[in-house]
C-alpha cells in the first residue's frame, strides 16, 4: 500500500449502516495487521451525537465487536482532503456525496458495493424501518465488502 488509507463510511443517519460497515472494516484491518484510518458519517443530521441504533450495536456484539462508543456525525466537505475513500453505502447517500464534494476534494469516491463482485451498482437497504433480520443482511454485505475493499488496498488496486 503506498500512502497510509484513511477510508469514511458514509450512509444517511449515520447510526445503521456507516457504523456496520465502520466496525466490519475495523475487524478486517485488524485481522490483516493494516494501519488504516477509520470513520464513518451521515448525509443527514436527525441523529447527531448519537450512538448507534441498538439494532446495530446488537448485530456488532453478535460478532463480538462493541460499537456503544460511536457517535454520529454530519458529513462534511473537507472529508474529501481527510480521508484518501469515501465509500457511500447507497445511491442517494452517492448522490449527496457528490453534491457536497469540493473540486479540490482528493478522496476517491464509490458505491460500497460496488467493490463486491456481481453486486456493482447496488446499494446497502436501509434496515433502519425493517426488523433484527434486515440488520443481519446488513452486516453480511459490509463485512463482504469490508474484505473486498481491504483485498484491493493490499493489492495497490485501490
Ligand atoms: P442509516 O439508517 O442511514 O443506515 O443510519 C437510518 C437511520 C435514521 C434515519 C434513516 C436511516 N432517519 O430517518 O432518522
Known amino acids: 500500500m503506498p500512502d497510509m488509507p484513511a477510508v469514511l463510511f458514509v450512509c444517511l443517519g449515520n447510526i445503521c449502516r456507516s457504523p456496520l460497515a465502520e466496525a466490519a472494516f475495523r475487524a478486517e484491518v485488524a485481522r490483516q495487521g493494516l494501519d488504516v ?7 443527514g443530521d436527525w441523529h447527531l451525537g448519537h450512538a448507534p441504533d441498538p439494532r446495530a450495536q446488537a448485530q456488532a456484539q453478535q460478532h463480538g465487536i462493541d460499537i456503544s462508543g460511536y457517535r454520529a456525525r454530519l458529513v462534511e466537505p ?3 482532503h481527510r480521508f484518501t475513500h469515501v465509500f457511500a453505502l447507497d445511491e ?10 469540493p473540486d479540490t476534494g482528493t478522496a476517491v469516491l464509490s458505491l460500497l458495493l460496488d467493490h463486491v463482485p456481481g453486486k456493482e451498482g447496488t446499494s446497502v437497504a436501509d434496515p433502519y424501518y425493517a426488523d433484527a433480520a434486515a440488520f443481519a443482511v446488513t452486516w453480511d454485505e459490509v463485512t463482504d465488502a469490508a474484505r473486498r475493499i481491504v483485498e484491493g488496498m493490499t493489492a495497490g488496486r485501490l
Request: hydrophobic share 40%.
Open 37 to 43: 484510518q477509520i470513520d464513518s458519517a451521515g448525509t
Open 78 to 80: 473537507d472529508d474529501f
Open 92 to 101: 442517494k447517500n452517492l448522490a449527496d456525496l457528490e453534491a457536497l464534494r
